[in-house]
C-alpha cells in the first residue's frame, strides 16, 4: 500500500465521529484541512499530538484549517479521548480502517525489536479541492501545530 502524497487527490470516505455523526470528506469542500493519524487514542504521544493541536486550535482556525483526527479505535474510546482531554475536533472511529487504508499509512511496523501491523503516525494538509498540498510524516507530537503552520 502506498501512501498518498502531494498532488494526490483524497479518496471518498465517510466514516463516524466519536458521536456516530457520520463524516466525509465532501464536508471539507471549499475548505482547507488537516487530517492527522494518530496510532492509538489516550497512549503518551497520542495525547501529546492532540494536546498540542489542541492549545494552538485557535492559530491553526485562523490560518484556515479546519481539523480532523483519525485512528482505529472504537467511537467510545475515541469519545473519551475527546472528552478527557476536552480535544474541539472531531475524532474518526475507523474501525474498518476505510480512511486509514484510503490514505496508506497502515502497515508493518516495528518498535522495540517487535514487528506487527499498525498506524504510521502522518499529517496531511488539504486543499479545498481534496487535493494533497502536504504531507508530515516525522511528526513531532509535542509541537505538531508548529509544523503545520510553517
Not at 511496523?109 to 514487528?115: D, H, L, P, Q, V
Request: hydrophobic content about 35%; glycine content about 10%.
Amino acid at each position: 500500500m502506498k501512501t498518498l502524497q502531494v498532488g494526490d487527490k483524497v479518496p471518498h470516505f465517510t466514516v463516524n465521529d466519536q458521536d456516530g455523526n457520520p463524516v466525509s470528506d465532501a464536508d471539507f469542500t471549499g475548505k482547507n484541512w488537516v487530517v492527522f493519524f494518530y496510532p492509538k487514542a489516550d497512549t503518551p504521544g497520542c495525547t501529546a499530538e492532540a494536546c498540542n493541536l489542541r492549545d494552538h486550535y485557535g492559530e491553526l482556525q485562523a490560518a484556515g484549517y479546519r481539523l480532523l483526527g483519525v485512528s482505529a479505535d472504537s467511537m467510545k474510546k475515541q469519545a473519551k479521548f475527546k472528552a478527557k482531554y476536552k480535544l474541539p475536533f472531531p475524532l474518526l472511529a475507523d474501525e474498518d480502517r476505510v480512511v486509514i487504508e484510503g490514505f496508506g499509512v497502515w502497515g508493518r511496523k516495528k518498535f522495540m525489536g517487535r514487528e506487527y501491523d499498525g498506524i504510521f503516525r502522518t499529517t496531511f494538509v488539504i486543499d479545498g479541492k481534496g487535493i494533497i498540498t502536504r504531507v508530515i510524516d516525522k511528526v513531532q507530537t509535542g509541537d505538531h501545530a508548529a509544523q503545520i503552520l510553517e
